[in-house]
């Protein structure tokens, strides 16, 4: 029947389209910015925090991912007292640093060395 073999043909192709759009693309905690779940904030060596703002559950431990740009996390506003890494001049370079944030709410951090590196995480 020919009327058949274009109606599979194109049945064929919307469904490789839509799992392809389906598994591709940038969904929330992979590591992009604008925003997600991740539970490793990406220091970029472009001075930036990736993603942010990022979202979390309680008790979540995040980690900060360091690369050759030396960053280092100041913590500006916090629902409870959480330790910086590093400070001042102090940055690191490679491997990571984590936290466990166990109080809902919004922490506000920065990077002291490089000024205008902020980041956000929404603790929920």
Known sequence: ???TRPLLCLAILSS???ASACGSGTA???GTSGGGHSLIIDADPALVFKPTPDTVASGDTVQFAWHAV???VVWDATPAAVANIG???TGYTSGDSSRVLTVPGTYAYH???HDGMTGVIVVQ
Do not use: K, T
Request: hydrophobic fraction near 35%; charge should be negative.
């Open 1 to 3: 029947m020919q009327v």
């Open 16 to 18: 490789a389209a839509l």
């Open 28 to 30: 929330p905690g992979n």
């Open 70 to 72: 030396p960053h280092n």
């Open 87 to 89: 400070g001042g001049d």
């Open 111 to 113: 990077c002291d060395i």
